[in-house]
């Protein structure tokens, strides 16, 4: 499941009687508000401009909730990816985090915004719809909570998936180490064979080859077993 969150920034006028709401983009989600506005009998037509508001409000924060739960989900998948299956995309972490950041600063004037709202001497709302947005006062502070948890939780597995990633590099950076060290004592040993000095016997002997071999051979698993010893490979 993938998640692409859109900037779309909206704007109230809002008098007693009156609201106005502007956004730069279309928003067709909002429709079944003008079904309501048409129905005589609904809340949102008989009870004013400030539940009008809420109603707004509440959509738009209940959406930024789901949407924040669903985020959690998908989290919970990356992380059992990440921990038993080889999945090593950190790009998709880093735009993911991105993308719960930017749910987070939607959020965050909102609360300012319901605070303001709530106060005593704001005249615009009556006492039952301030009690109303207070309560989306606490969903908003449960949503950008979930969603500052998130964000954590993303760096933790951005960071977890850093370490795992070193560690599998220094595997193999171990493997070539000691192959390395293996071959360097028989590099020495084929080195000074092959100086073709007159004076050194073994080059005239019948079994210097076979010895030269063996002698390569016995360095090679006399290493081995000593890197077994100590549990380096």
């Known amino acids: 499941q993938e998640h692409c969150i859109e900037e779309n920034q909206m704007t109230f006028l809002w008098k007693k009687r009156l609201l106005i709401s502007l956004s730069e983009a279309a928003n067709s989600d909002l429709n079944f508000l003008l079904t309501r506005l048409t129905d005589p009998s609904s809340n949102v037509r008989a009870l004013g401009s400030d539940y009008l508001l809420f109603s707004i409000l509440n959509f738009l924060i209940d959406n930024a909730y789901k949407t924040a739960k669903s985020m959690l989900d998908y989290y919970d998948d990356l992380e059992e990816q990440l921990f038993f299956s080889d ?3 950190i790009s998709k972490l880093h735009a993911f985090r991105k993308q719960v950041t930017l749910l987070s600063r939607s959020l965050m ?8 709202i709530c106060q005593p001497e704001f005249s615009f709302a009556s006492s039952k719809t301030k009690k109303l947005f207070a309560n989306l006062t606490n969903n908003v502070t449960q949503a950008v909570n979930l969603t500052e948890k998130l964000r954590d939780s993303f760096s933790f597995l951005i960071d977890s998936l850093d370490s795992k990633n ?11 180490t000691i192959v390395s060290t293996v071959f360097m004592p028989l590099s020495f040993i084929a080195g000074v064979y092959g100086m073709n000095f ?4 073994e080059l005239r002997w019948k079994f210097g080859y076979p010895f030269a071999l063996l002698l390569m051979t016995a360095v090679t698993l006399g290493m081995i077993i000593y890197f077994k010893k100590k549990k380096w490979w």
């Open 109 to 116: 004037p909102l609360l300012v915004i319901l605070n303001k």
């Open 166 to 176: 070193a560690q599998s590099v220094n595997r193999i950076m171990k493997v070539l």
């Open 87 to 89: 999945f090593d995309d």
């Open 198 to 201: 007159t004076d050194m016997p």
